[in-house]
T-cell receptor, first 112, second 109 residues
């Protein structure tokens, strides 16, 4: 196992609501990246946090935001949910920015 | 053109067969690549990294062809348990993994 955990495992929300997804990285991993994986597609990079600062962002709107905490945990927040936000959300931790990324089990979000 | 492209398959092969997948990438500056395996409704799990000419791990061999900008994954002596989606990813000049859409493999008895 990778030692990366995510919560909750599944979540159902309605359009317009807000959601917070959580990730706990391996101890000592100071980098966490978040990805969105729609059904039948590969994961798409949302953003990365390194030592509690955002360190890169993919093509996602500002309503996707994140935080990283000193205890190797992090959050992905999505405001004003849209139907297309329904996906598997994956976090991946790594020892450092350019090191191999290991994925957590993901949170499956359904927006109705 | 997508940055990383894969044939979605499915590749249907009998047990014991050898199967190969290719993955093309568009960023000529990319230095490292990864193959991940993803089972249905699970997270991607690292299979192997490809940093230079290639990498081998048991029945799995990954090759990098910089001239033609593709990486390949060869699976020898396929097992039923190899059935999964195989994702290739480009670890580009930034800090993110850019994934292809995945190639689905189904190994039949």
């Amino acid at each position: 196992e990778t030692g990366v955990t995510q919560s909750p495992t599944h979540l159902i929300k309605t359009r317009g609501q807000q959601v917070t997804l959580r990730c706990s990285s391996q101890s000592g991993h100071n980098t966490v990246s978040w990805y969105q994986q729609a059904l039948g597609q590969g994961p798409q990079f949302i953003f990365q946090y390194y030592r509690e600062e955002e360190n890169g962002r993919g093509n996602f709107p500002p309503r996707f935001s994140g935080l990283q905490f000193p205890n190797y945990s992090s959050e992905l927040n999505v405001n004003a949910l849209e139907l297309d936000d329904s996906a598997l959300y994956l976090c991946a931790s790594s020892v450092d920015i350019r090191e191999t990324q290991y994925f957590g089990p993901g949170t499956r979000l359904l927006v109705l | 053109r997508k940055e990383v492209e894969q044939d979605p398959g499915p590749f249907n092969v009998p047990e014991g067969a050898t199967v190969a997948f290719n993955c093309t990438y568009s960023n000529s500056a990319s230095q490292s690549f990864f193959w991940y395996r993803q089972d249905c409704r699970k997270e991607p799990k690292l299979l192997m990294s490809v940093y230079s000419s290639g990498n081998e791990d048991g029945r799995f061999t990954a090759q990098l062809n910089r001239a033609s900008q593709y990486i390949s994954l060869l699976i020898r002596d396929s097992k039923l348990s190899d059935s999964a989606t195989y994702l290739c990813a480009d670890f580009n000049a930034g800090n993110m993994l850019t994934f292809g859409g995945g190639t689905r493999l189904m190994v039949k008895p």
